[in-house]
């Protein structure tokens, strides 16, 4: 049974634990984490309050008592809404922590749940625009489907509302003689034209410019001011004025302004919101994975079928050939063979006798276990989801530019319209209206349209680029992320090889590889699909025999062309060494050699014999990608360290070892370890990225700084930040490359954005533009950010897929 805990990924310890004597402080489950603690740090000095700092959370709720939640809250856009939607969980009565992330729309609370229930959490975070649900829900095709019911509302009345400005109100503006305009508005006709440009303004406004006014009243709520406040103020002062302007009689309106301010802005926030919800990962398809139930074992022999929670320490389970190991345990009796890929990562099958440790999510896929449920009765399966949840609903450690500099512009423009404002009317001795026009102006012309779109329609491009190559970027803070990346992390078996069994030699007498598959076809397990996938089975099998953990026999019952085998057709085994030396079976001593050199390069050997003696010896293995060598050569020569990490022996790490562009390699590590020891580097000030395929890498590759997905496996995808599509590895100094040059576009946009507005800004200031320039010089500044977010990024070097 185990007892204490890893030092480095809290899994349980075996009985005596791992040391590393005088080398390293600290007890641990596998010699893969014991390693990895020896290399990197000292992990007793690594507590959870740093591991949550590394992850800068907003809350931190690691050693917070009581039950988590984890919810999926759309309609959060910035880090004032995490502020505020945190906020509203902890002013519940019950709830002890909250810790909110905007770009994977998670909140994890921690509550009493004698005090408070999860539907009364979830509701105190429902309203004012966000919706919550379980994690696992569909909120996000709702929220997009709102979106794009905003912006065609939006569009329509804005395109009414500007066909009158053009037919009739600018004409008027700008002098053009009376018998040249199609209406007077002077005139009842005119009233009722201004009527109608007030209610369609006032539903663009209201509908489509709710989000906006919400987070600007979020923001104020918070007191974080963010640019929504900016952009509702600007918008809002020129509805209001222009309103209050036709109640007084004047025919001078800028409901224009409010609605192009109002458009531009929801136009940049879909683009952003459609790559944000994409990073918002659903664990739907691994939950399926999860076992609910389990077959439980009473005292007089029966069995009985209880939900997983009922488990108790100390409870008999019974597991089947096809199904999952519910909970982790030791096995008491049985024997089977065990795949445990989903989980740790291992790529081989594993045998499973009493006294073992039995995997928690494991597929029992030849024989049958009892497995006695261990001190915690968790599954280590059902942790590595936990670990993802708590990591995704960590809040980025980088912020957007815009972000930031939030806090800093909103309040100084407001404050700049106001003296402006002032200066004109008191000192300038300039019309109260006029005074007006030029605090409307500076709030106008300071609008962060050209700030808004800088980063969503930049990134737009790099996605689609992306895409094009074969890769998907999930995340924006990829684009910040990848080009400081110091070290990069790889994991093996999927990603570094192909994750797919093959034959790999055949050493023996003629025949050997046909009688394999003869008897291999009935097994079920990986190395058995990767015979029967290599050679045509030398006939049917009759008396078959499936001995769990160590193989397979039968004899040769009907040959290939459909005749009966001989009457004294041999028995075939194939399988492990112990199999033979069961049976008593000679093995000759180059076969054992060759098995041991197999071994020992991480393949495995499977002996195939009849009459008595081993006839040969099949090798099958995880074939190593053939790019990988340029891969981690090229990553090697930008001056970023390569680390290799696998669930995998050290043997099968060797020839990764042996690389001189590889700096380290850790094996024997389950995912927890992974996640750890991407914290660690992390936490030795490294920029990390995570490469990794499974499940099983899904939390280390949400606690890097940049996860890079290979292939689409459901919650590895989820947890990236880009994926790679088409099985390249390749792709990855690509997606390297693509990101940094759409970082740099986001430079050169925001670099504009910014030098619009030290020009701008003092011209209003000093009474040059009025509203509607104002207005035009804003949307002149975002079509440049438009045209230059949609140019090829190949212009900066890229090189294509």
């Known amino acids: 049974m185990t007892r204490d805990s890893c030092t480095l990924c809290g899994l349980p310890t075996p009985e005596p634990p791992v040391t590393g004597g005088d080398d390293v402080d600290g007890a641990f489950c596998c010699r893969g984490c014991m390693e990895v603690a020896r290399t990197l740090e000292d992990p007793a000095a690594m507590d959870a309050a740093g591991a949550a700092d590394s992850l800068d959370t907003g809350a931190d709720t690691t050693d917070v008592d009581g039950e988590a939640a984890f919810l999926s809250v759309s309609g959060m856009h910035c880090a004032t809404c995490e502020a505020f939607v945190e906020a509203q969980a902890t002013d519940t009565e019950g709830v002890r922590a909250a810790s909110a992330s905007y770009p994977t729309e998670t909140l994890k609370v921690t509550y009493d749940p004698e005090t408070v229930d999860r539907e009364a959490v979830r509701a105190a975070v429902d309203g ?68 109608n440009v007030w209610l369609m303004a006032t539903v663009v406004l209201a509908y489509t410019g709710y989000p906006l006014f919400r987070g600007a009243y979020v923001s104020l709520r918070a007191g974080h001011p963010n640019m929504d406040l900016l952009v509702g103020i600007a918008a809002g002062a020129a509805y209001v004025f222009s309103t209050a302007t036709i109640l007084t009689g004047g025919r001078e309106v800028y409901f224009d302004v409010a609605i192009v301010v109002v458009l531009a802005v929801t136009v940049g926030d879909y683009y952003e919101g ?50 999952r190991i519910p909970v982790d345990g030791v096995v008491t009796s049985g024997s089977a063979t065990v795949d445990e890929s989903l989980v740790t990562g291992e790529s081989t099958p594993v045998g499973a006798t009493p006294g073992d440790d039995a995997v928690g999510g494991a597929v029992v896929t030849d024989g049958r276990l009892v497995v006695v449920v261990g001190d915690d009765a968790a599954s280590t399966l059902d942790r590595v989801v936990r670990v993802l949840w708590d990591v ?38 300039a019309a109260a209206n006029e005074a007006l026009l030029v605090g409307l102006s500076v709030l106008v012309v300071s609008c962060p349209c050209a700030l808004g779109l800088a980063t969503p329609l930049a990134v737009a491009r790099g996605v689609q680029e992306a895409l094009d190559g074969g890769v998907v970027v999930t995340d924006v803070s990829a684009f910040e992320a990848a080009p400081a990346v110091d070290t990069v992390v790889f994991d093996k078996t999927g990603t570094l090889t192909t994750g797919e069994m093959r034959v790999r030699d055949v050493v023996g007498d003629d025949g050997v590889l046909a009688r394999a598959a003869a008897v291999e076809q009935y097994a079920d397990h990986p190395v058995a699909a990767a015979i029967t996938d290599d050679a045509t089975p030398a006939g049917d099998i009759d008396d078959f025999e499936r001995v769990p953990g160590r193989g397979v026999a039968g004899s040769l019952a009907v040959r290939p062309d459909g ?3 001989a009457a004294d057709a041999p028995r075939v085994v194939a399988g492990n060494r112990a199999l033979f030396d069961d049976r008593g079976w000679r093995v000759p001593e180059a ?68 690389h001189d562009a590889i700096a380290a390699v850790f094996a024997g590590v389950p995912p927890e370890g992974k996640t750890e020891a991407v914290r660690s580097l992390r936490a030795d000030g490294e920029t990390v990225a995570m490469v990794g395929d499974g499940v099983n890498d899904a939390p280390a590759l949400a606690a890097a700084d940049l996860g890079v997905a290979l292939d689409h496996a459901a919650l590895a995808a989820d947890a990236a930040d880009a994926v790679v599509t088409t099985e390249d590895l390749g792709a990855v100094p690509r997606v390297f490359a693509l990101t940094d040059a759409t970082n740099g576009r986001i430079r050169q946009n925001l670099a504009w954005a910014f030098c619009y507005n030290a020009i701008a800004v003092p011209l209003a200031v000093a009474g040059v533009l009025n509203p509607l320039f104002a207005a035009g010089a804003m949307t002149v500044s975002s079509l440049l950010v438009v045209g230059n977010s949609t140019r090829s990024l190949l212009d900066d070097g890229v090189a294509g897929p």
């Open 591 to 658: 076969y054992a050699e060759r098995a041991g050199d197999a071994r020992a390069n991480g393949n495995v050997p499977v002996f195939v014999g009849w009459d008595g003696e081993a006839r040969g010896v099949v090798v099958a293995g995880d074939r190593p990608r053939d790019e990988w060598t340029d891969v981690v050569s090229a990553l090697d020569a930008d001056g970023r360290d390569v680390v290799v990490v696998t669930g995998d022996d050290p043997e099968a790490a060797a020839r990764f070892r042996d």
């Open 392 to 429: 995704q609903s960590a809040r980025p450690g980088v912020q957007r530019l815009v972000d930031r500099v939030a806090a800093v512009f909103v309040p100084l423009v407001v404050v700049l319209a106001g003296v402006a404002g002032g200066w004109h009317l008191l000192a300038g001795g």
């Open 274 to 323: 459609r790559v944000k919800r994409a990073a918002a990962g659903r664990l739907a398809d691994l939950t399926e994975e999860r076992v609910d139930d389990a077959t439980r074992r009473r005292a007089d022999g029966t069995t009985e079928t209880v939900a997983i929670e009922e488990l108790q320490a100390g409870d008999e389970v019974v597991v089947g050939t096809g199904e």
């Open 563 to 565: 005749a009966a085998a």
């Open 128 to 195: 004012l625009g966000y919706s919550a649900t379980e994690r696992d829900g569909d909120a996000a095709a709702d929220d997009d489907e709102s979106e794009v019911g905003r912006l065609l509302v939006g569009g329509f009345f804005g395109m009414m509302t500007m066909l009158w400005y053009v037919l009739f109100l600018y004409p008027a503006y700008l002098d053009v003689p009376s018998a040249a305009q199609l209406l007077d508005l002077g005139g009842l006709a005119g009233s009722y034209l201004l009527a």
